[in-house]
């Protein structure tokens, strides 16, 4: 079986495929990776072979006033609320907007003409199986639909943007028709006529034909749609163990790590690791370099630029993050207590999913101040509840299968998906190549 994943060109996105992608070719099936170039040789050093794909934008900072326009598109969703609850949690005119403003300057600028025509042109000659898709690389579905190849969905975080999207169609159908807009169906049924594929549009082109969810059960929205649960496999990238990690802490271990999102939250980290400082333990934190030199604070605070986490936080009482998908899942695995700093996108949603299950805390964005992320993280040290609660998650996380034993039933949808579409298909496409 020939298997195709594509990603956003970020390791962040690119990480969670991993595992999978290693099972199935440990499992003797042929396996490529496609993302834009920025990412080859990240994937390169996962052992995996790349497929670069062209991307005609380059990085956002050189894209002038499309550049402007997917920041301001950024910030809009990331300020959607998408933790609302209810029977009608959003309006008909919330949700066209966030569909009118996702699909032309997120959803369509990541996977714009340039790089659909050319991740469709290698699936033409490759002809995979399968193609499994990260949630904004749509054009994974495109190429599949285009070469008649099964393909899947896999989501490492909370299902916000399908959430969403199901809302918007039980709205849509409440509207008079001439104001049904659709601007996702639109933009890929455009996107298929144009690259002649002889499949038209189905709603599985967003949500996958099936789900592969990393997440655990528990946590998971409730959305009806085919999936296939698989347990989070850490993987952190290149990494080495440092000496200080491989002795035990004296004092319980706080892990605060905001990736890339530092400046999304708000936060001043030097105050907010003051604050933290305070507490009776030792903190790590990573930093960047600017200010890791700024920095004069106690010795129980150790920075540092990177560390694996899939080693540092087994050592750790709790962990301060900022809803990355990979920090959380990789405490669940190691049963650490999480407060998670909401700043918007799928972050509140997430640290709600965890105060309900007991496992952890959320804080919202206006709620960030040093002294109250202090008391949070207190509690999560003091009261055992948190304790208690994320070992909960940690063994429903252990029953899950593992990539390596979800590749019989991936082989098997795959091979039901074939029977269904026959070979009519590809003949169509090795036509339309030739």
């Known amino acids: 079986m020939k298997v195709l994943f594509t990603s956003l060109a970020h390791h962040t996105h690119y990480y969670p495929l991993v595992p999978l992608a290693w099972a199935l070719r440990t499992a003797g099936h042929e396996v490529r990776i496609a993302s834009q170039p920025e990412l080859t040789d990240v994937i390169t050093g996962t052992g995996l072979t790349a497929v670069p794909v062209e991307w005609s934008l380059g990085p956002v900072e050189e894209m002038g006033l499309l550049g402007t326009l997917h920041d301001e ?6 300020g959607f609320d998408f933790a609302a609850r ?8 919330q949700l066209l907007a966030l569909e009118n403003v996702m699909v032309p300057t997120l959803y369509g600028a990541l996977n714009n003409d340039v790089m659909v025509d050319s991740l469709v042109a290698f699936a033409r000659s490759w002809q995979p199986d399968l193609v499994v898709w990260e949630t904004f690389t749509l054009a994974g579905a495109l190429a599949a639909r285009a070469t008649g190849a099964a393909h899947c969905r896999l989501v490492s975080g909370p299902d916000i943007s399908v959430r969403a999207r199901q809302e918007f169609l039980r709205l849509a159908a409440e509207q008079e028709p001439e104001h049904r807009e659709d601007p996702t169906a639109e933009w890929l049924e455009r996107t298929l006529a144009r690259i002649g594929s002889p499949h038209g549009y189905t709603e599985t082109m967003v949500t996958g ?3 592969v969810n990393t997440t655990p ?4 929205l ?8 698989v347990r989070h496999v850490a993987y952190n990238g290149p990494a080495v163990v440092p000496d200080w990690l491989r002795a035990a802490p004296e004092r319980p271990r706080v892990c605060v790590t905001l990736g890339s999102s530092a400046a999304d939250t708000g936060v001043d980290m030097l105050k907010l690791l003051g604050a933290l400082a305070e507490l009776d333990a030792e903190i790590v934190a990573t930093v960047d370099e600017e200010t890791a030199a700024a920095a004069d604070l106690p010795d129980n605070v150790r ?27 990789t405490a669940e695995l190691h049963a650490v207590p999480q407060l998670i700093l909401a700043f918007g996108w799928d972050t509140e949603v997430m640290g709600r999913g965890l105060e309900e299950i007991g496992a952890g805390i959320c804080l919202p964005s206006a709620e960030l101040l040093p002294e109250a992320v202090r008391t949070q993280v207190g509690r999560l040290l003091l009261e055992p509840a948190y304790a208690e609660g994320a070992r909960r998650l940690q063994e429903e996380l252990r029953a899950v299968p593992s990539p390596n034993e979800i590749v019989p039933i991936i082989e098997r949808l795959v091979a039901e998906h074939r029977a269904d579409s026959g070979p009519a298909s590809r003949d169509t496409h090795a036509a339309h190549h030739a």
Request: hydrophobic share 40%; aromatic share 8%.
């Open 217 to 220: 059960p528990s946590t998971q």
């Open 222 to 229: 409730d959305l009806g749609l085919p999936t296939v649960q």
């Open 73 to 78: 598109a950024s910030a809009h969703v990331q």
């Open 86 to 93: 209810g029977d009608r949690p959003w309006t008909w005119e």
């Open 303 to 329: 920075l540092v630029d990177f560390v694996p986490l899939n080693d540092l936080l087994p050592t750790c009482a709790a962990v301060v993050h900022h809803g990355g998908v990979g920090t959380k899942a």
């Open 209 to 211: 034909e099936w789900t």
